[in-house]
């Protein structure tokens, strides 16, 4: 027990000296270079403010939630699977404040992004049998006295399902321009060093149901030497349903490389700029799902048949059959819930390149922007499932410079 008390305090020290030690860095390069300034920059803004958004493909894969019945499920309708995953994309906002000291060439900046996505799904597939029309006594009458019988049931599949997904990431920066440049001496070069916090929360609810194989069904037997016909209608009635709740929240440092190549124009009338930028981070946080899920078959036998329709049986009894409890689950409660949580370390790669164009203090910007957090995400339903998640498309923003 004293082991696993020093291992984990252990983690904890070095997770808090990654911490403090980037944060001292940087503030310690500062002062030591505050004296330095660049005649160059003397006339740019002190501050600027940007607003984004950005259009995010998704990678929010989970285990896929299929009940033991979904094999039963005719190949005319289409898989759950393809129906209640996950939302594939989703909007991010962005917005950054970064300040520039005058008479330094050192810069500090704070930013957020917050992104969501929602998709609501209901999906009924069915068939729609007609009436059934056949010869009580095909031994007496062949083509005479015949009866109808309509269906009881049909061939469904009921899908209907919600899932929600909100992540949010904050950063804190101190970065200096390195003066070196992608492609030479008239780009410029940021190198910051800071620390990133992240928070994703996923929900999914889905409800599942479905009579897969409901058929008539004809029966013969002799009564008083006459053959006799009878019809039934067995089918199975399906019900399940998934509810998962799924979060991580982690912090830690932080290093981005951020570059401007300007290739048209100049800054007084009109400059057009080649942008691109790296980061990563290593993120020390808490990983947590909870999962509740539940699935119910019945079978109903179809009842007697309706050769005698209301004269001898009750028609209920004859016509709608028995229903049995094949399969649930859970069986009891403890099995019901499923919570997990455990401390994790979750790896953090993201770029970005695009186009700017700035006229003074006005700029907009237009790219493609790209976050990979890697295994920040608990998947699974019964078990732990380690699950990446990603975040890229395009994006555009505007950014205004304040001060001189």
């Known amino acids: 027990m004293s ?11 070095i997770r808090w000296k990654l911490l403090t030690g980037a944060s001292a860095l940087a503030l310690t390069a500062y002062v030591s270079t505050a004296g330095f300034a660049r005649a160059e920059d003397a006339d740019q803004p002190q501050v600027w403010i940007e607003l984004g958004g950005q259009l995010s493909r998704l990678q929010d894969s989970v285990e896929p939630f299929a009940p033991a019945f979904e094999t039963m499920r005719p190949a005319i309708f289409k898989p759950s699977g393809k129906i209640d995953g996950p939302p594939l994309y989703g909007i991010d906002e962005f917005a950054s404040l970064s300040f520039q000291p005058k008479d330094s060439d050192w810069i500090f900046s704070a930013s957020i992004k917050y992104g969501r996505a929602t998709k609501t799904r209901h999906a009924h597939q069915q068939t729609y049998p ?23 049931a049909a061939r469904f599949a009921d ?22 440049g992608l492609f030479g001496k008239d780009s410029s070069s940021t190198l910051s060093l800071g620390v990133r916090f992240a928070q994703f929360r996923e929900k999914s609810n889905i409800a599942l149901k479905s009579d897969p194989d409901w058929h008539f069904k004809h029966k013969y037997f002799t009564y008083t030497g006459i053959l006799i016909q009878t019809i039934v209608q067995p089918y199975h009635s399906n019900a399940a349903g998934l509810t998962a709740d799924r979060s991580f929240r982690g912090v830690g440092p932080s290093l981005s490389w951020n570059s401007s190549m300007p290739f048209a124009g100049n800054a007084q009338n009109g400059e057009l700029t080649f942008d691109w930028g790296l980061d990563v981070a290593m993120l020390f946080g808490r990983q947590k799902t909870r999962t509740q899920h539940h699935e119910t078959q019945r079978y109903n036998d179809g009842g007697k048949g309706d050769w005698l329709w209301g004269l001898f049986y009750n028609p209920l009894r004859h016509r709608f059959g028995t229903q049995y409890t094949v399969y649930h689950h859970p069986t009891n409660a403890p099995a019901y819930y499923n919570t997990r949580s455990r401390n994790v370390t979750v790896p953090n790669v993201g770029g970005s390149v695009g186009l700017s164009w700035q006229l003074q203090n006005f700029k907009m910007s237009f790219g493609y922007k790209a976050d990979f957090f890697f295994n920040a995400i608990d998947g699974g339903i019964d078990t732990r499932k380690d699950e990446n998640r990603a975040f890229y498309g395009p994006y555009a923003s505007i950014s205004i410079g304040l001060g001189d």
């Open 159 to 180: 899908t209907n399902a919600r899932n929600t997904q909100q992540h949010a990431i904050l950063d804190f920066q101190a970065g200096k321009d390195v003066g070196l």
């Open 130 to 152: 007609t009436q059934l029309r056949f010869s009580r006594y095909p031994t007496l009458y062949p083509h005479a006295k015949y009866a109808t019988v309509p269906p009881v």
């Open 3 to 13: 082991e696993l008390i020093n291992k984990n305090d252990n983690r904890a020290t």
